[in-house]
Every structure is written in C-alpha cells, then in structure tokens.
C-alpha cells in the first residue's frame, strides 16, 4: 500500500532497487573478462529501459501544485552537484592511484581525464554522467513549467520539442558540454513520470486486477516499441516517438511490478532507497570482484550471478559506512 506524503513510497524504492540492479548487471557484463558471452537477449532488454527508468521515477514524485521553482533549482544543485562534484574528484585520484599499482581498468588514466565531462565523456565512474544530466534534466523541466505557466498540454509538448531536439543531436554529430544532450532527452521522460502518477499510478494503488492489467500492457508496449540506446552517449536507434512509448510502457511495467511485490522485495527497494550512493560507488565494488570472480569461475551466467550477490552483500557494509560517515554528501537523511 501506497505510504502516506511524509513517508517513502515503499513500491518506488523498488522500482528504483529494480533500475539500480540492471545497471550493475550491464556493468558486470561491461567488466567482464575476455571470452565470456552475454545473455544478448537478456541484456537487450534491460539496455533498452535501465537508464530511462530513473528519469521517469524522478519525475513521478513531482507536485506541480507545490512547486517553488527556484527554491527547487537550489535544492537540486546541491543534491545532484554535490555528490557529482566530490565523487568526480574521489574517482579521479582514485583511478590515480589504481594506476600507480598496476591494477588495469576499463578507462586507462591520463592526466586530462579530469576535463573529460566538460567534452561529455567519462572514465573510471562513468556511471556519475547521470547526475548531471538528470540536473540539466529538472533545469529544463522547471523552465518550461514557468513558460508554459504550468499548463499541463503546454508543458508536454514544449517537452516533446526539447525531447526531440536532444534525441537528433547525436545523429547530426553534435555533441554539448557537460551531458546537457542526454539532459534535453530527459526533460520529457520527467513530465511522463509526472503524468504516470497523475493519472495512471495514483488509480493502480490497491487496484491488484488494474494493476496486473498494467503490468501486461506495459510489457507489450515495451516488446513492442524498445529501441536500442546508450542515453550516456545521447545516442539512439530508430525514431523519437518509437524511443517515448517503449520508455513508457517498460516504466509503468517496472512500477506495476512494483506495486504487486511491494511485500516481498523489501531488499530490492533497499538499494532503490540508497540509489545514489550504489551509483557512485558500485565500480569500487564490481571492477575487482569481477576480475577475480573471472579467475575461478569460468562459466559466464554462474559468473555474473556470484559477482552480482557479491555486490550486493558488500553494499550491506558499504551502505551503512556511507550513511555513518558522510550522509549528507549522498542525500542520506537520518
């Protein structure tokens, strides 16, 4: 059941547990040593849905009926800039480091590394390129809620226009500084989670026979319509409208699910909870347990699977060192 406004909503801790662990199970395979075979099926699925996802979460809690917009843009830059700012210096004297020692990595260390996300690129953590676009993402969003005077047919289609604009830079070579092109990408991701609660997930709670309906509309969407994609890199198959229904439909999937195992996946929605902190920390975690799961097992799935569960019990440690030490550089409220 769906908790009250002053409490976290149990099923979207789980839809975001669900989005963080298909990211580190692309990464696993990312890591993976020479000669192991990916799932293709599988992982095309997921590769199609597991960054998109978190845009669309991020925008199902927005109440646009609350909504102060510079008191919002301040409270997301210090949400989203500052664990950037201090995990993009910590990644960048680690890799340092890791490079001193020997211990090889996916991106090779050079000293102009640090100006990489000016260019859009990443290195070691690669996965902190999501902060900044989801940052651009909220900016965008909150300026077409003052043009648009938070008309909801105006927003969504200046969201639309801002969407597709993003979505053709890639194909027209153009790439903008600081992942302000997958940012523009996301701007109507946020208002289709905007309009998911408003007027889907809000009619789903407690509604098991609609929600489960939910869960299979939503697949066939998503079978139907999934294009491939790599949003860090603002690149994109197929056509705009193509990319926005199989976002859609894999996200109220996702959400459905969530809401029908809300009783059994409390350790799913543990990650979901501190997503922020497995984002910035799980290539610690994964590029080393993955070389030397790769050293023993040989097998590629009982591989991925050990190397996963691995992950996930060093984040019961990792997690509440975090919360412990440094809460407040992760958004951890106690």
Known sequence: MMKSNNKRLQFLDISKGIGMMMIVWMHIWGNRPNGFTPPEMLNNFIVSIYVPLFFVLSGYLIKLEFLDIKKEICKKTISLLRPFAVMYLFSFVSSFFLNVV????????????????????????????????????????????????????????????????GFYLHKLDITLPFFIGPGLVASPLLVCGYFTRKYIGNFLIGNRCL????????????????????????????????????????????????????????????????????????????????????????????????????????????????????????????
């Open 102 to 165: 020997g211990f090889g990595v996916k991106h090779e260390f050079m000293w102009d590394n640090i100006f990489n996300v000016v260019y859009s690129k990443t290195f070691f953590n690669g996965p902190l390129w999501f902060l900044l676009s989801l940052y651009w993402g909220f900016v965008i969003f909150y300026a077409i809620i003052w043009i648009s005077r938070s008309k909801e047919m105006i927003m969504a289609l200046l969201s639309l226009v801002v969407g597709c604009v």
């Open 211 to 334: 929600t489960v309906v939910t869960v299979l509309v939503g697949f066939a969407i998503f079978a139907t319509f999934r294009t491939g994609m790599s949003m860090q890199n603002n690149s994109y198959g197929g056509f705009y409208l193509l990319f926005l229904l199989s976002v859609f439909g894999g996200s109220i999937m996702v959400l459905s699910v969530s809401m029908l195992t809300e009783r059994w996946l409390s350790f799913v929605g543990y990650w979901g909870k501190y997503s922020l902190v497995v984002l910035c920390f799980h290539n610690f975690v994964l590029i080393p347990i993955a070389k030397i799961a790769g050293v023993i097992i040989h097998q590629p799935i009982m591989w991925a699977l050990c190397t996963f569960c691995i992950i996930y019990a060093a984040f019961l440690v990792v997690i509440p060192f975090i919360s412990k030490t440094c809460p407040l550089f992760f958004n951890i409220k106690k």
